[in-house]
């Protein structure tokens, strides 16, 4: 019988806030252990909660960036359960009334390597609501130690419906969350840090079922790649235990990602486990219009809308833009060097960044922001190849010097004599006799049908107008003097 896997993911994502989303304790990473923390975070007795707007800011932008609908009240609740990581044994959460409700993420279905945009799909979300992270539980020999500092960070859960079928899906709808939530500027995302984590829902069930199977929950998802072979397996594995004539169990397993592993943790709690209640020292909150209107008009253009922007308005080719849209800073600093530019030199613009810019970025270990090249020095260091003033093999060169110096391209080349003058037609010409002359092999292959022959005298060309002939108009004149010969 052939089955379909059937996949829900909750996705916890750290806001970033200058301050804890109760208290006005710092939120950070990296600090020593157990200093950012207060008497709210560690639960003392007397200490109360104070909301901070800043996440509530934060939540309300990203349903708006993932076309979710904003409940005009929302209200918090207690989360009950008893762990060393949550000092107040409850974690404040939202049950009943979340502040998002619906929406989407869009994902483009994974495929082979293809040139052009395939097909895209949107997978529907059930709700986002904010919460309260918990501390870090660190595990030794023989003991464990927590480390709070983490506790109280504001934290979103985001949920999306069981609409996901494939592990590529899932690999698929994580980077685009991810792409989001950083263009929106809500957090960082970073999932060594613990600012991203996910849970995989998995069940599977009969091809053309209604119902859906028992699900496994499937957690320590380290990574988006963990994600995606954590759920391969565990998507194998429920199938191995139907075929051999076995029932699939609901619990929680834990993945390990290194052995391509899984164990079970323990049977999945119901949410009548955690006893729920509205937490008695939180009011609820109302979202009017103008608040949602304020934050709607800081959303940023989402990557595949940029996407789709770039292939109309640019021309660009979909490899092009497939590497410039994940990255806003990248996008951004490709518009503002065509800006500089011209539209009609914007896959130039493109090709320098793709192929150079990130090339050299990449060698010397530095973030697009740290780059001494200035979106207008590309520009012009396009316009000097566009305009014939330098060929593209010494643009490379002054583009090396560029990204070590940050000095301006036309002084580069001025100072290196590497601007190419207008090259005099005969001169040319008897440069390509003379190459001709010199290699009667490449010729007689050239004659006997090896177009690529001609590549053999490109070289002694080049070499006597010292890199500084066109090359076009080189292969011209040399196609014009073997058709005679």
């Known amino acids: 019988m052939p089955y379909e896997a059937v996949i829900g993911l909750e996705v916890h994502v750290q806001i970033k806030t200058r301050s804890k989303i109760f208290t006005r304790v710092a939120a950070g990473y990296g600090q020593p252990e157990n200093t950012l923390t207060d008497p709210v975070v560690l639960a003392l007795p007397g200490s109360l909660p104070v909301m901070n707007k800043a996440a509530l800011d934060a939540i309300i932008k990203a349903g708006l960036l993932l076309g979710c609908e904003i409940a005009p009240v929302c209200k918090w609740d207690r989360k009950n ?10 974690q404040i959460s939202q049950y009943d009334q979340p502040i998002c409700l619906g929406g989407h993420v869009e994902i483009e279905l994974p495929g082979p390597a293809r040139n052009v945009m395939g097909e895209h799909k949107r997978i529907p979300l059930t709700r986002i609501h904010l ?30 419906e069981p609409a996901l079928h494939t592990a590529e899906e899932a690999f698929a709808y994580l980077t ?71 029932t699939i169990v609901q619990e929680t397993r834990d993945y390990d990602g290194l052995t391509g ?75 503002a060097a065509v800006a500089s530019a011209d539209t ?24 697009l922001a740290e780059t001494k090249v200035k979106p ?26 560029m990204f070590a110096s940050g000095e301006a391209p036309d002084a580069i080349a001025t100072r290196r004599g590497l601007n190419s003058a207008p090259t005099d037609a005969g001169e040319l010409e008897q440069w390509c006799r003379d190459a001709i002359a010199g290699n ?20 002694p060309v080049m070499k ?11 292969d011209a004149t040399l196609r014009r003097l073997l058709a005679t010969m």
């Not at 660190?138 to 999306?160: C, K, W």
């Not at 006893?275 to 949602?292: A, C, N, T």
């Not at 010292?466 to 108009?473: E, F, N, V």
């Open 81 to 90: 359960y008893f762990y060393p990581d949550s000092p107040k044994n409850y």
């Open 131 to 160: 919460e309260e992270d918990v501390g870090k539980l660190n595990h030794f020999a023989t003991d464990s130690l927590v480390d709070y500092n983490r506790a109280g960070t504001p934290l979103m859960e985001i949920v999306s």
């Open 176 to 246: 685009s969350l991810r792409a989001t939530m950083i263009y929106g500027g809500i957090s960082d995302c970073d999932m060594e840090k613990g600012q991203l984590r996910c849970d995989a829902n998995i069940s599977i069930r009969p091809v053309g079922a209604a119902t859906l199977g028992t699900k496994v929950e499937l957690k320590n998802l380290n990574s988006i790649s963990y994600v995606r072979d954590g759920i391969a397996h565990e998507i194998k594995r429920q199938l191995g235990v139907l075929e051999r004539g076995g």
């Open 261 to 335: 592993t899984s164990q079970s943790l323990r049977s999945k709690e119901m949410a009548h486990d955690y006893r729920y209640f509205p937490d008695p020292d939180l009011m609820p909150v109302q979202v009017d219009e103008g608040w949602k209107q304020r934050l709607r008009a800081e959303c940023p253009e989402l990557p595949f809308d940029k996407q789709r922007r770039f292939l109309e308005q640019y021309q660009l080719p979909y490899t092009l833009t497939s590497v410039l849209v994940w990255d806003r800073a990248l996008a951004d600093y490709f518009e």
């Open 344 to 367: 009609s030199q914007a896959q130039a613009v493109g090709n320098w960044i793709v192929n150079d810019l990130l090339r050299e970025l990449g060698s010397a270990k530095l973030q």
């Open 376 to 401: 207008a020095q590309l520009a012009a260091l396009v316009k000097l190849v566009e305009s014939g003033t330098l060929r593209t093999n010494t643009a490379k060169e002054v583009f090396v010097e």
């Open 440 to 459: 009667p092999k490449a010729l007689a292959e050239f004659n006997a049908g090896k177009d690529s022959a001609i590549n053999a005298f490109k070289g």
């Open 464 to 474: 006597a107008a010292k890199g500084k002939a066109d090359p076009k108009l080189v």
